[in-house]
């Protein structure tokens, strides 16, 4: 339901945080976008890291998955 996203998307704490940040004039726009480019790089080598990671063999599947 579009209006249940958008009531949730108001109570983001991300952006309710980055906005409080602002208005308190800790954190300016220039800023924030700078963070965001260096948050959206590290994701994005993290995301290429796995693509060219090999898949993990079949047996260590359920590895320190349950405690024995």
Same mark, same amino acid.
């Given at each position: ?20 940040l602002e ?8 800023? =924030? ?20 990671s ?7 599947? =359920? ?6």
């Amino acid at each position: 339901d579009k209006n249940e996203v958008e009531f949730w998307r108001q109570k983001c704490p991300v952006a309710r945080f980055k906005k409080q940040l602002e208005e308190q004039e800790i954190l300016s726009e220039k800023e =924030y976008k700078n963070m965001e480019h260096k948050i959206n790089a590290e994701i994005d080598d993290a995301f290429e890291f796995a693509i060219k990671s090999p898949l993990p063999d079949y047996d260590d599947l =359920y590895a320190n998955v349950f405690s024995e």
